[in-house]
């Protein structure tokens, strides 16, 4: 059987020439280091310089490679398909034109609005917005152009995922 | 969607102003294949095993940060206890091992990484002898390293050689980092029943029956059940406040079923379980002494305080058990003392006395946490607090566990600064009578008749 890792000792013990390792092997830093000072090469079985192999996360991991899209989800009301949800709030001052603001940058980002809601108490609004990402679209970059929107004494907008509201608030 | 203004306001609330977040997301690591006669070769595998598995750790819980927009705060590594791996070895030193897990958490960007460790219920191997007495030095030498050693449980019974043993290193780890007011002791903790899939430092390890890998997720949120609590006002009833705590726990933990979910997807792991702890940090409103307070006692520490913390605790569990299969670890409520700004106060005030607090770990998740003494206090005081505290456990069937810091130089109410997370500490008095005899005694505390089940 293949070792599972070759260290400095074992590179050291192998001597000159090449040394041949499983493609599972982990060659410890130290080891590689050596080998490259003592002109040993490290190589698999075909002759080709090692390369880091892929984390063996155990026999556990592939069983839950398997079940984790099984657990039941909190169900959602829309069908959301491959098509990511989120879902935008803002807070703040009203003044003209903040909702086109919002709803254009989304706009920019091929969002479509899928519900929305505005309440206005003394000058102040808040605004929730449910909106469907394209998929490919960028969670992250959609984040950070509704987010900047506003500023300290205007309005604040945060954007988060769907599915944070599914978990908390439904079975 | 069908999701209600006031449902989404609540949520962003939550994150926003109550501080809401996913303390940790700590990836366990299985190193026994790394054991090897030669340490070298030992500690190169164990730097290899955890760089290569921990590497994407952080990417991943900023991913998810990013995708979902839940603060995860830490990214930590847990190890298998380093006395099985180094036990092939046969060194005295063990030090070697805390320098490389030290290093491979520094490649990994991880804060603390928690595995210098040892079980020794019942006695010592070699390895936990070497590992116990290369503790103090692997502290001082290392930033990232925390230990745990397991000293007694409810099978067991205590091991009081090992309790004096450890009070020796706590008082020998204070000195090495006497500089640092006796830092190295918040990174060393002791057990009576410890949990093995922990993902809190400093007490995170994975234990003997865990897999290869595996995500563990902390959820805290003792904000979201302050604000929750202030909401719901002194006129309602106990029965009110325990359903108030229980319905909020079952959201804060939702979030972690959800973290925990996706991290292990991300990491290509399995998902171990969520520990729903309201763990406080030194930050206005995060703290549980706020949650016990509006409970109804005046101050942290006064008459009702186990009795509100008993509820607390037990709400927590029980919304958390209803809302992910995969509730485990500690989850409950810790009472750091240092860390907790309102337990500070509650100190500095005199209400909360070193006997008050022991009595209130009866009933909390964990136990003596972060707990200041005088750097003078004898090492059969020591021996005799943390004995008091395990056999709290043992007797209960629960985790327990001492975290306690003499500080160097520091006397009785003077005031010791350590920063960030780990916050601001009053030293407590441990009363002027000792137990010297009971100390030197040594042997074990036999098991108790509750352990006899079979």
């Not at chain 2, 006497?178 to 809190?200: I, T």
Request: net charge negative; hydrophobic share 45%; charged share 20%.
């Amino acid at each position: 059987m293949a070792k599972k890792f070759i260290t400095t000792e074992d590179v050291r013990r192998a001597g000159a020439g090449s040394l041949v390792v499983d493609s599972e092997t982990i060659v410890t830093p130290q080891a590689l280091e050596y080998a490259a000072q003592n002109g040993v090469r490290i190589v698999d079985a075909r002759g080709a310089a090692w390369s880091e192999p892929t984390p063996d996360r155990g026999p556990d991991a592939q069983r839950a490679m398997r079940t984790l899209p099984h657990l039941p989800e909190p169900a959602s009301d829309a069908d959301v398909g491959s098509t990511q949800m989120v879902v935008v709030t803002a807070v703040g001052r009203n003044r003209a034109g903040v909702l086109a603001e919002i709803t254009a940058a989304l706009s920019s980002a091929n969002c479509s609005v899928h519900d929305i809601s505005q309440k206005m108490v003394q000058g102040f609004f808040h605004l929730v917005l449910t909106v469907e990402v394209p998929p490919g679209t960028s969670f992250a970059q959609l984040k950070a152009v509704v987010e900047c929107l506003g500023g300290q004494d205007d309005y604040v907008c945060r954007v988060m995922h769907e599915r944070v509201f599914r978990f908390m608030h439904r079975l | 969607m069908g999701f209600t203004d006031q449902e989404i306001l609540e949520t962003i609330r939550m994150f926003e102003l109550e501080t809401l977040d996913i303390r940790t997301t700590t990836l366990g690591i299985s190193l026994l294949d790394c054991a090897d006669p030669d340490i070298e070769s030992a500690c190169e595998k164990v730097y290899a095993k955890i760089v290569l598995h921990g590497r994407n750790l952080v990417a991943v819980g900023e991913s998810i940060s990013t995708d979902y927009g839940i603060r995860i705060v830490n990214k930590r590594i847990a190890t298998t206890p380093i006395a099985w791996v180094a036990a092939a070895c046969g060194e005295r030193d063990l030090t070697p091992f805390a320098r490389a897990m030290d290093a491979a958490a520094k490649v990994c960007g991880v804060d603390f990484i928690g595995g210098y460790s040892a079980y020794v219920y019942k006695g010592f191997t070699n390895a936990d002898r070497a590992l116990f007495d290369s503790i103090p030095r692997a502290l001082a030498q290392t930033n990232a390293v925390c230990a745990s050693v397991a000293l007694g449980s409810t099978r067991a019974g205590l091991n009081m050689d090992a309790i004096a043993r450890f009070s020796e290193l706590v008082l020998e780890t204070a000195a090495l980092t006497a500089d640092r007011g006796g830092l190295g002791c918040a990174k060393l903790v002791c057990f009576c029943n410890p949990v093995e899939d922990n993902p809190f430092v400093a007490g995170a390890h994975s234990g003997v029956g865990e897999p290869e890998t595996v995500i563990n997720v902390g959820v805290s949120g003792p904000g979201v059940v302050r604000s929750a609590l202030a909401r719901l006002g002194p006129q309602a009833d106990l029965l009110a406040v325990a359903e108030t705590v229980k319905r909020t726990a079952f959201k804060i933990t939702r979030m972690g079923e959800l973290v925990g979910r996706e991290a292990a997807r991300r990491m290509g792991t399995t998902f171990g379980i969520v520990d729903v702890s309201l763990a406080p940090t030194p930050a206005i409103g995060d703290s549980v002494s706020d949650i016990l307070e509006l409970i109804g006692v005046d101050r942290t520490g006064a008459p009702g305080t186990t009795a509100a913390l008993a509820l607390l605790t037990d709400a927590v569990k029980k919304g958390g058990a209803m809302a992910s299969s995969s509730v485990g670890g500690l989850s409950g409520a810790f009472i750091p003392v240092s860390e907790d700004a309102g337990m500070i106060e509650a100190v500095r005030v005199g209400a909360l006395s070193l006997a008050k607090l022991e009595a209130m770990t009866s009933v909390c998740s964990v136990g003596l946490d972060m707990v200041a003494v005088p750097g003078d206090t004898p090492v059969s005081t020591l021996t005799g607090i943390i004995a008091d505290e395990l056999a709290i456990g043992m007797v209960n069937h629960k985790t327990t566990a001492v975290r306690i810091i003499p500080v160097p130089g520091k006397g009785p109410g003077d005031t010791v600064e350590w920063g960030g997370l780990l916050g601001t500490a009053i030293v407590q008095d441990p009363g002027r009578f000792g137990c010297r005899v009971l100390h030197e005694r040594g042997g074990r505390v036999p098991a108790p008749l509750q352990s006899y089940k079979n």
